[in-house]
């Protein structure tokens, strides 16, 4: 490697433009690389202009992932994610112009979406997990068990202790609990990182749950590998990579935003808990234990219009048992 390509110092994050940043990085060299990169949808970040042109960013995003193939081990896992304007187009070009091999495409759903005046509300991101080669990666199985539907809701005793794998739809409904986000199914409950949660960075308005990023980082490396974030943001992947055990790098284009991280960094430790709701709980009520609806009656009115016999429809009683 030329003396001015010398590799960047890991544990740490490190100011500038990833496609620079990314040749700095000795090939074949980190374990698991997440990318939440800019969606191109005209956020307003304070260093990179959100507004390019379609053929633009294409090529920048083949740019850049193909920079992150070039520093993937060859048992390597690269997991993005992106929003549904270049889904489509970024999963074809990491497969079918890169060779990676799509593993799962994972829907992270969360019911406190983003509010839209003519088309359904905005609720989920599009999750890719890739490999180099799909006869060796990591996924670590028996770290992100989780306990099933036999388990939490119908205490059936045929259920396996250990519980089950995750489905690939990952789910958050804020009404299921007032105090946080418990599960009464066996889904997945990540909690999109809101305004008032005590997670909130307050600097990024694009932050990830650091539970959903301590699933990924489990499943797809071991303690003492080196995680990758080649848009840092607010520093989740890293912080998260760190309560873990991992080794980390962060490239982030932001001076702000990597003083920031750094500072993040700083106040946590291996072994810190992660921020947010853990998984469900074994805890949760059965079936049989819940709550009963008695009989009641409720009382809908039509609204102010004629039926077929030209008589008005009145009261409607419905009775429910």
Same mark, same amino acid.
């Given at each position: 490697?030329?003396?001015?390509?010398?590799?960047?110092?890991?544990?740490?994050?490190?100011?500038?433009?990833?496609?620079?940043?990314?040749?700095?990085?000795?090939?074949?060299?980190?374990?698991?690389?997440?990318?939440?990169?800019?969606?191109? +949808? /005209?956020?307003? *970040?304070?260093?990179?202009?959100?507004?390019?042109?379609?053929? %633009?960013?294409?090529?920048?995003? $083949?740019? @850049?992932?193909?920079?992150?193939?070039?520093?993937?081990?060859?048992?390597?896992?690269?997991?993005?994610? +992106? /929003?549904?304007? *270049?889904?489509?187009?970024?999963?074809?070009?990491?497969?079918? %112009?890169?060779?990676?091999?799509? $593993?799962? @495409?994972?829907?992270?759903?969360?019911?406190?979406?983003?509010?839209?005046?003519?088309?359904?509300?905005?609720?989920?991101?599009?999750?890719?997990?890739?490999?180099?080669?799909?006869?060796?990666?990591?996924?670590?199985?028996?770290?992100?068990?989780?306990?099933?539907?036999?388990?939490?809701?119908?205490?059936?005793?045929?259920?396996?202790?250990?519980?089950?794998?995750?489905?690939?739809?990952?789910?958050?409904?804020?009404?299921?609990?007032?105090?946080?986000?418990?599960?009464?199914?066996?889904?997945?409950?990540?909690?999109?990182?809101?305004?008032?949660?005590?997670?909130?960075?307050?600097?990024?308005?694009?932050?990830?749950?650091?539970?959903?990023?301590?699933?990924?980082?489990?499943?797809?490396?071991?303690?003492?590998?080196?995680?990758?974030?080649?848009?840092?943001?607010?520093?989740?992947?890293?912080?998260?990579?760190?309560?873990?055990?991992?080794?980390?790098?962060?490239?982030?284009?932001?001076?702000?935003?990597?003083?920031?991280?750094?500072?993040?960094?700083?106040?946590?430790?291996?072994?810190?808990?992660?921020?947010?709701?853990?998984?469900?709980?074994?805890?949760?009520?059965?079936?049989?234990?819940?709550?009963?609806?008695?009989?009641?009656?409720?009382?809908?009115?039509?609204?102010?219009?004629?039926?077929?016999?030209?008589?008005?429809?009145?009261?409607?009683?419905?009775?429910?048992?």
């Amino acid at each position: 490697m030329s003396s001015d390509r010398l590799p960047l110092n890991i544990d740490a994050v490190h100011r500038g433009d990833c496609l620079e940043l990314l040749s700095h990085i000795p090939e074949g060299s980190v374990h698991l690389v997440f990318a939440d990169p800019p969606f191109n +949808i /005209g956020y307003d *970040y304070d260093s990179y202009d959100d507004r390019r042109s379609e053929i %633009d960013y294409l090529e920048w995003s $083949r740019q @850049w992932m193909a920079g992150v193939v070039r520093v993937l081990r060859p048992d390597g896992t690269f997991w993005l994610a +992106i /929003g549904d304007e *270049y889904a489509a187009e970024l999963k074809v070009a990491a497969t079918r %112009d890169l060779g990676l091999n799509c $593993r799962s @495409w994972v829907i992270w759903y969360y019911t406190f979406g983003v509010h839209c005046k003519k088309k359904f509300s905005r609720s989920h991101v599009h999750l890719f997990h890739f490999v180099r080669d799909p006869s060796a990666f990591t996924f670590e199985t028996e770290e992100i068990r989780v306990p099933s539907a036999r388990q939490l809701v119908y205490g059936d005793a045929r259920a396996n202790p250990s519980g089950r794998l995750p489905d690939d739809t990952w789910i958050l409904r804020p009404q299921d609990c007032a105090d946080g986000f418990n599960a009464i199914e066996d889904t997945w409950y990540f909690p999109r990182v809101c305004g008032t949660f005590k997670e909130r960075s307050g600097w990024h308005g694009c932050q990830m749950p650091e539970q959903l990023l301590g699933r990924i980082i489990k499943a797809s490396s071991r303690p003492g590998e080196l995680v990758l974030d080649p848009f840092a943001g607010s520093g989740t992947t890293l912080s998260t990579a760190k309560k873990l055990g991992r080794h980390f790098l962060g490239l982030e284009l932001s001076e702000s935003y990597a003083e920031r991280i750094a500072k993040r960094l700083e106040t946590i430790s291996v072994g810190t808990p992660l921020d947010g709701t853990a998984e469900p709980l074994l805890s949760v009520p059965t079936t049989s234990q819940g709550r009963k609806l008695g009989a009641t009656k409720r009382r809908l009115r039509r609204p102010p219009q004629e039926n077929k016999t030209g008589q008005s429809p009145g009261e409607l009683t419905l009775d429910f048992t």
